[in-house]
């Protein structure tokens, strides 16, 4: 079951400079952006467990993203 509404990842799309969106690229974007955000996720909680803090800070997400690449295309 998806995560994230299916509307704002087709706003990203429009934003980006689509006129129309279909449903598959729609779906494959937040397939993209949930798997990417999940590993970003795990990554920081593990900062955040270093650190001996429950709360997962937004320098946790950022050490986690230079860590975490996304996928390229293709992958």
């Known amino acids: 079951m998806p ?3 299916v509307a704002p990842v ?3 799309i429009r934003e980006a400079g689509a006129k ?3 449903e598959s690229a729609r779906d494959e974007l937040a397939a993209i952006l ?3 955000g999940l590993e970003v996720a795990q990554e920081a909680v593990g900062w955040a467990n270093h ?3 429950k709360t997962v800070k937004a320098e ?3 050490e986690a ?3 975490i690449k ?3 295309s293709g992958d």
């Open 3 to 5: 995560i994230l509404p």
């Open 10 to 12: 087709s706003r990203l």
């Open 20 to 22: 129309r969106v279909s």
């Open 34 to 36: 949930e798997s990417y």
């Open 51 to 53: 650190a001996k803090r």
């Open 60 to 62: 946790d997400i950022r």
């Open 65 to 67: 993203v230079k860590r």
């Open 70 to 72: 996304p996928p390229r």
